[in-house]
């Protein structure tokens, strides 16, 4: 059913794309993103596995907000971070999404 050169391309090709797929995630994890929230009054910066590192606050925004508005702008700065890592997930992972698709060389039957 299946040529041998065939099943051997297709599993080197999977292989390849495994490999790739595994660099992509350990630099993603290694990467640094900040979201901001209130024009950069709250800052918050997380690690690609979205554990947060640190917590910026303008000195100026304490005093002026109330614990609840403070408690949102942290709040929304954090889901900014996590947004930007999933964005660069994408952005990687789109790179190798032309590598998935089997290209007739392969000699499969399908």
């Not at 299946?2 to 994890?29: T, Y």
């Not at 998935?100 to 039957?109: D, E, G, Q």
């Amino acid at each position: 059913m299946f040529s041998k050169d065939g099943l051997n391309n297709l599993m080197q090709h999977a292989q390849k794309i495994q490999e790739q797929m595994k660099k992509i995630q350990q630099e993603v994890s290694e990467i640094e993103v900040t979201g901001e929230s209130g024009a950069g009054a709250v800052k918050v910066t997380l690690i690609g596995s979205h554990y947060c590192k640190k917590i910026e606050l303008d000195k100026n925004t304490i005093l002026e907000h109330d614990k609840e508005i403070l408690e949102d702008l942290i709040t929304a700065a954090f889901n900014d971070a996590v947004r930007k890592i999933s964005d660069l997930q994408k952005q990687k992972m789109s790179s190798i999404s032309s590598e998935m698709k089997f290209s007739n060389n392969l000699n499969l039957p399908f």
